[in-house]
């Protein structure tokens, strides 16, 4: 079936370095999502994101984290800069709609920051 | 505070018996209900969900039972399996479920 693909599944970087994460959304949905958690936490809502503008998003989506999706690419999580506490598994997702059809999610990135 | 409550960390079930999982939330404006399975490194995948305007939704083995007063919700699993093995994870929204607040997941385990 329909995949959400999120490459990489791990990526190391050194606090105060930029990070952007990628997502490769199922091609014909259009709405999109990041969740963040963060070992032994829960998945937390971070941001949504449909017709190129975010419709809402979190306390967690700081001023260093911003999303985009140029040209009906990929969807990604841009932090600039990291800070230690943005270690965690990002999650992203995509859906056709949001009345009919529950997110479909990818397999997450884990991102270590050092 | 957490919004949507797993108070359960883990459960333990014979293979073939019912299992049981439960959440408990807080918003009422919550009107989408969900139950996610989860295995290690991979990507949460939605089992069952209902809306409010429904109290009990059956999918094969798996029913959800939606408690709006008491603002709970519930997974049956019946003739749990070893395959049945897993985090679930329980779901909940306002209408438009473009913003999903999750619990933080019960570990089942299927005894054979």
């Known amino acids: 079936g329909p995949k959400v693909l999120q490459i990489p599944s791990h990526q190391i970087i050194d606090m105060g370095q930029m990070v952007t994460l990628n997502c490769d959304p199922v091609?014909?949905?259009?709405?999109f999502y990041w969740y963040k958690q963060i070992l032994g936490q829960q998945m937390e809502f971070l941001v949504n994101?449909?017709?190129?503008?975010?419709?809402?998003k979190s306390k967690l989506f700081k001023d260093q984290f911003s999303v985009e999706r140029p040209d009906g690419s990929y969807f990604t999580l841009k932090i600039q800069p990291t800070a230690l506490e943005d270690s965690a598994v990002y999650f992203c997702?995509?859906?056709?709609?949001?009345?009919?059809?529950?997110?479909?999610f990818g397999e997450g990135t884990r991102l270590s920051v050092l | 505070g957490q919004q949507v409550k797993q108070s359960s960390p883990s459960l333990t079930v014979q293979e073939g018996g019912i299992s049981i999982l439960n959440c408990d939330y807080e918003?009422?404006?919550?009107?989408?209900f969900a139950w996610y399975k989860k295995y290690p490194d991979n990507s949460p995948t939605l089992l069952i969900s209902?809306?409010?305007?429904?109290d009990k939704r059956e999918d094969g083995r798996l029913t959800v039972f939606l408690n709006k007063s008491g603002k709970h919700f519930s997974l049956h699993i019946t003739a749990s399996q070893p395959e049945d093995t897993a985090v679930y994870l329980c779901?909940?929204?306002?209408?438009?479920?473009?913003?999903?607040?999750f619990g933080a997941g019960t570990k089942l385990t299927i005894k054979p």
């Open positions: 209902v809306r409010s305007n429904v």
């Open positions: 997702a995509s859906s056709l709609d949001i009345f009919n059809q529950a997110p479909l």
């Open positions: 091609s014909n949905h259009l709405y």
């Open positions: 779901a909940a929204g306002p209408y438009g479920n473009e913003k999903i607040t």
């Open positions: 918003n009422d404006m919550f009107d989408y």
């Open positions: 994101f449909y017709n190129g503008k975010v419709m809402e």
